[in-house]
């Protein structure tokens, strides 16, 4: 195999453990994922890389029944409290029903393939599954 990629360039895969890293700001402590050119809560343009926690808690989700063409359904949509970093993921590894499912519930990062491009390079996805 010609390795592996992340879907996203703040899942990091090779430093031991799988992680995301967040984009701090250096003023007032606000954590983006995304590329930023100023803080969106103070302005500031001076950020550093952090390291997010790998366990949380379900603060919010849906059970997302339609989606676009090829996107099976359904899967649960959340956003995950990280140790006071909110993280957009879906929540894996468990049934999507209200019934295994909860506000509260306490989880934890995972990694899974998405799929192989024709030199073998693996593209590896995250999602949050039930912490044990």
């Not at 001076?46 to 899967?75: C, K, L, M, W, Y």
């Amino acid at each position: 195999m010609a390795g592996q990629i992340p879907l996203v360039d703040y899942l990091i895969l090779d430093d031991g453990e799988p992680h995301l890293m967040a984009r701090e700001c250096i003023n007032c402590g606000a954590r983006f994922f995304d590329r930023r050119n100023a803080c969106a809560s103070c302005f500031s343009t001076d950020f550093t890389p952090v390291r997010v926690a790998t366990e949380g808690t379900v603060r919010t989700f849906t059970i997302v029944s339609f989606a676009a063409p090829g996107i099976p359904t359904p899967f649960v949509a959340s956003v995950v409290d990280c140790d006071g970093t909110p993280v957009r993921a879906n929540l894996v590894n468990v049934e999507p029903d209200p019934e295994h499912i909860r506000d509260g519930m306490k989880v934890r990062l995972t990694t899974y393939p998405i799929g192989t491009d024709s030199e073998g390079t693996e593209a590896i996805g995250f999602g949050f599954e039930p912490a044990a």
